[in-house]
């Protein structure tokens, strides 16, 4: 399992996590939403980026989409990641529990089941599960 900051940024992910990367060093991985078959201006901006470094740190950056807004207090969110789907999808309806739901938890077009939700204090959490380690 994994519980990491994930940034959400208005088209600036990719200047940002470079700027981590060199500052933290590490192995930097950037997926457009061009990648996931987006035109236009939306191409080119950041879906997902994942920096690890030498330190264990993980650290991850999107670009909003269109039709969202930054807003103060909505720039780092939590994200849980690993393949104990079980386990993280008792997390999530647990988190959204007198919350809201974004995004349910369902599978997303790179494969992985994905859901993002808001507690009922507000906070943020994007739950990825992916496929089990062979």
């Not at 060199?22 to 950041?46: N, Q």
């Not at 809201?100 to 739950?127: M, T, Y």
Request: glycine share 12%.
């Amino acid at each position: 399992m994994l519980l990491n900051p994930y940034l959400t940024l208005d088209g600036t992910a990719r200047e940002a996590m470079t700027l981590y990367r060199s500052v933290l060093g590490g192995e930097l991985s950037v997926m457009t939403f061009g990648d996931m078959g987006a035109e236009g201006e939306l191409a080119a901006k950041v879906m997902h980026a994942h920096l690890t470094t030498p330190d264990g740190l993980t650290l991850m950056a999107s670009d909003i989409p269109p039709g969202e807004v930054v807003e103060p207090g909505t720039t780092v969110r939590l994200s849980l990641s690993g393949d104990e789907e079980d386990r993280l999808r008792g997390w999530f309806e647990a988190l959204s529990q007198g919350g809201e739901v974004h995004v349910p938890l369902e599978k997303q077009s790179w494969g992985d089941l994905f859901g993002q939700c808001a507690d009922r204090f507000g906070i943020l959490w994007l739950v990825n599960i992916g496929p089990a380690e062979q």
